[in-house]
């Protein structure tokens, strides 16, 4: 059901997406700023959607299927405007690459394994990547230019990227292992 709170969280942390573009595009001193703000609005509401679920009795197929595909899709959003306006640049845009590539493979992963009666559970080590995720493209979105600290983070955000990217593939090579194991049990 719709109206729960846990997955109105989720549903608004999708919906902030489009203020979120728009705010990073807009032609103004305060965007990056402003884009900080929103994005900080869309990632907390991460940490509590999943708490107030447990909290309330609201833990549903929806919402656990609505969950990481909000976080997929703020964190993607996030990590293009970046690369668009040159803030991630060089060799980071690896670490993108390596985040988006990961989340794309995990999800097929999951539909798989679904399919075939199993299914991957989300690992601790999985949400923590999620954070670092988070984190890091926080702390891009301050260290871009006119953002809320500026290029003086820019070694420490760049750093938070990296760190991101080895534990989106870590992760990723875990669930990799994991549902190829379910996936060759069912075809016996």
Known sequence: MLSR???LFTLGRIALIIPFIAIFLANAEWNMKAAFILFTVAAVTDFF???IARARGEVSALGA??????????IATALILLLRNGIIAGAGVIAVIIIILREILVS???????L???SLKVTQLAKWK???QLVAAGLLLAAAPHGLIGEA?????????????VLTFWTGADYAYNAARLLRANDT
């Open 5 to 7: 709170m846990a997955n």
């Open 49 to 51: 959607d999943g708490r």
């Open 65 to 74: 299927a609505l969950d990481p595909l909000a976080d997929k899709l703020l």
């Open 108 to 114: 097929g992963l999951r539909e798989a394994v679904t």
């Open 116 to 118: 075939g009666g199993g």
């Open 130 to 132: 999620t954070t670092a």
């Open 153 to 165: 983070l820019r070694p420490l955000a760049s750093g938070g990227l990296w760190l991101a990217a």
